[in-house]
Every structure is written in C-alpha cells, then in structure tokens.
C-alpha cells in the first residue's frame, strides 16, 4: 500500500551539490516523520537528518552546515540539499515513513529502495 522512493543521486565532483527528493505515496494522511539515513561503502548505516516532533530539523555532525532538511506542504515530500559535497558523503541515501504513532529505531519505518550518491576522489 505504503511506497517510499528516493530519487536525485548521481556523481558529482567534490564540491558540487546534489537534491535528494523523498516521496510517500499510497496515503492521504500527513507523516510528520520522514527522516534519511545512508550507508556508505562497507560500513553500517548512519542517520542523517530529520525532523523533530515540533517540526525542527536534526542533522548529524559530520554534514551539518552543508545539508538542508525541507518538506513540500502540501504532500508527503521531503527534500535533502546537499551542498560542498566530500568523498566521505559516498552512500547509498535511504528516507523512510513513520507510520505509527511513535517510531525510535530503524525498523519503525517504512524505507525506501535508496540513491546512490558517489563523490570520487
């Protein structure tokens, strides 16, 4: 019913920027936490950004003051900007829905298939 989808990834040079677009269909009800995580080559997967209960972004330190969190106010669509991309920034990018009425881990959600972002060195 529920289907989550990551799209924007490429490869681009470091320093360049790149728009990932989330977007959750199959619902008529707003999901207020729609947060990305990614997983970068042979590691474990590490959060990145989301939102907060009161609708305030979160980032993780490592891209903080490069990456933008936002949302379309009309649909379920979240936005991740990310500019002055590195090499370390190489993943594969997953969104996913929260469905319940709280969700703290990873398998709360509902995730998406993931993009690939590669920024050589």
């Known amino acids: 019913e529920v289907q989550v989808m990551e799209s924007g990834g490429g490869l681009v040079q470091p320093g360049q920027s790149l728009r990932l677009t989330c977007t959750v269909s199959g619902l008529n009800r707003t999901i207020s936490d729609i947060p990305w995580r990614r997983q970068q080559p042979g590691q474990g997967f590490e959060w990145v950004s989301g939102?907060?209960?009161?609708?305030?972004?979160w980032y993780t330190d490592p891209v903080k003051g490069r990456f933008t969190i936002s949302r379309d106010s009309a649909d379920n669509t979240v936005h991740l900007q990310m500019n002055n991309l590195r090499p370390e920034d190489t993943a594969v990018y997953y969104c996913?829905?929260?469905?319940?009425?709280?969700?703290?881990?990873?398998?709360?959600?509902?995730w998406g298939q993931g993009t690939q972002v590669t920024v050589p060195s």
């Open positions: 939102f907060l209960s009161d609708g305030s972004p």
């Open positions: 996913a829905a929260c469905l319940r009425r709280r969700c703290g881990v990873s398998t709360d959600y509902v």
